[in-house]
C-alpha cells in the first residue's frame, strides 16, 4: 500500500478550471518527499473508497451547476460517514463551487431550493446571469495566498463560525465578508480554483503537513516560489486591477 493516498470525489464531472492538476501536483510533491502516493478516483456510479477506508486526503473541484445535483445526490447516503471523517481530523481540500456542496441549501433565482449536504451553515445564492470573477489575495497562518475566482455564487452566513483565509484584497464567502472559504478541523473548502497548490507553494507545505509530512517539501521548490514571488507582488500592488 502507497504512503499517502488521495481520494478524488468523481473526476468525471468536478474537472473544470484544471483543478485536478492539484492532485497531479500534490502527488509530484509526495515523491519530492521519498514517500509513494496512491490516487482513489470514485465514479459516480461507485461506492466512495472513503466509506470503506480512510485516506490522507480527499479532494473535490469546481463543476457545473448540473453535476452539482448529481454530486449532492450522490453523497448524501455518507453524510454521516463525511461528518466522522471531519472530526477525526481526515484533510478535505475542496475548490470552487463544490464548497457549496457542503453547506445547507442553494438558492436558485427563481426561489427554489436545492438541500446540500448541511454540514456548514451557509446558503449558497445562485445569480446565472451575473458571473463573478476576480483575482483574489488573503492570509491564513501567515501564509499569503493568491488566487482566482468565476463563480456564479456567493455564500451568506456567519463566517466568523468556520474561518479559513483572510480577506486582503478582494472579496470573501461574499462580498464585504472579511473571510473566504470554510475551515473546520482538517477541512478547507474555498471558492479559488485553478491551479492554487502550484501558484502557492507555501500553502502546499502546509497541506503536506496536515497530511502527515514531517517538513515537507515541494517540487519545483525554488521555481515556484520565484513566480509565487512575482504574482504576490503583483496582487499587494493597489494599481493592479482585481475584477
Excluded at 507545505?205 to 514571488?229: Q, R, S
Amino acid at each position: 500500500m502507497a504512503d499517502k493516498v488521495i481520494e478524488i470525489l468523481y473526476p468525471e464531472v468536478s474537472n473544470l478550471y484544471g483543478d485536478p492538476f492539484n492532485v497531479k501536483y500534490l502527488v509530484r510533491c509526495i515523491k519530492e518527499n521519498g514517500l509513494s502516493a496512491e490516487v482513489q478516483e470514485d465514479s459516480l456510479n461507485s461506492e466512495p473508497y472513503f466509506v470503506k477506508n480512510r485516506p490522507d486526503l480527499i479532494y473535490l473541484g469546481p463543476m457545473t451547476e448540473h453535476s452539482q445535483e448529481l454530486v449532492i445526490e450522490r453523497l448524501m447516503p455518507y453524510r454521516a460517514r463525511i461528518r466522522e471523517l471531519i472530526d477525526a481530523g481526515v484533510v478535505f481540500f475542496i475548490t470552487g463551487n463544490a464548497v457549496e456542496i457542503f453547506e445547507k441549501e442553494i438558492e436558485c433565482e427563481d426561489g427554489t431550493k436545492i438541500p446540500c449536504l448541511d454540514l456548514y451553515p451557509f446558503i449558497a445564492k445562485r445569480r446565472m446571469f451575473n458571473r463573478y470573477n476576480s483575482l483574489f489575495l488573503g492570509e491564513f497562518e501567515g501564509i499569503k495566498i493568491v488566487g482566482n475566482k468565476s463563480q456564479f455564487t456567493h455564500s451568506y452566513g456567519d463566517t466568523s463560525k468556520y474561518p479559513f483565509i483572510k480577506v486582503t484584497r478582494g472579496d470573501g464567502l461574499a462580498p464585504g465578508e472579511p473571510f473566504e472559504g470554510i475551515k473546520d478541523k482538517n477541512f478547507l473548502g474555498t471558492y479559488l480554483l485553478g491551479p492554487l497548490l502550484p501558484l502557492n507553494p507555501r500553502f502546499t507545505a502546509y497541506l503536506l503537513g496536515l497530511m502527515g509530512i514531517e517538513n515537507p517539501k515541494t517540487v519545483f521548490e525554488a521555481e515556484a516560489m520565484k513566480a509565487y514571488e512575482i504574482r504576490l507582488k503583483e496582487f499587494e500592488n493597489p494599481t493592479t486591477e482585481l475584477k
